[in-house]
C-alpha cells in the first residue's frame, strides 16, 4: 500500500468519525427536544420538562459519543 493511499483512507476515516460523533449529539439532543416538548405541550408545563430533557439528551449525547471514541482501535 503506498504512503499516499494510507494518508487519504485515514483522512476519510477520521471525517466520518467526526461526522459520526457530530451526527449523534444532534441526533441525540434533537430527540429529547422533541419529546420534551410534546410532553410539555400535553402536561402544560411551562418549558421545565423540555429544560430537563434537553439536559438529558446532552448528557445522553456525550455518554454515547465518549463511549464511540474509546472504543476506537489503537493504531
Known sequence: MSDEFKKRRDFVE?????????????GSILFCFMIG????????SRGIILVIFIL?????GAITVYRQITHLPKE
Request: glycine share 12%; hydrophobic share 60%.
Open 56 to 60: 438529558l439528551g446532552i448528557l445522553g
Open 14 to 26: 477520521y471525517l466520518a468519525l467526526v461526522s459520526q460523533v457530530g451526527l449523534t449529539m444532534a
Open 37 to 44: 416538548y410534546f410532553l410539555d405541550k400535553w402536561l402544560h
